[in-house]
């Protein structure tokens, strides 16, 4: 399992622009991967910075390159 900051480096190295970890959490969560909850979440039913629907692709991309989906 990658880690966040792998992830982030990973998507800057092939499509340069910087996700952030709030994107890769909720793209995480679309592709059915099951989270922690985070302790600095305040809303459990609801996403403060949801990622841009032209983000998400090249999220799932690094999720498929570290074999996460």
């Keep these: 399992m990658a880690t966040y900051k792998q992830i982030q480096r990973w998507v800057k ?7 952030k970890t709030c994107w890769i959490a909720h793209v995480k969560e ?5 989270l922690r909850k985070a302790p600095n979440r305040l809303n459990e039913n609801e996403r403060a910075n ?8 090249p999220i799932k991309q690094a999720l498929k390159h570290f074999g996460e989906i």
């Design 13 to 19: 190295e092939n499509y340069e622009f910087t996700v």
């Design 30 to 34: 679309m592709c059915g991967i099951e």
């Design 50 to 57: 949801p990622c841009p629907s032209e983000k998400t692709e």
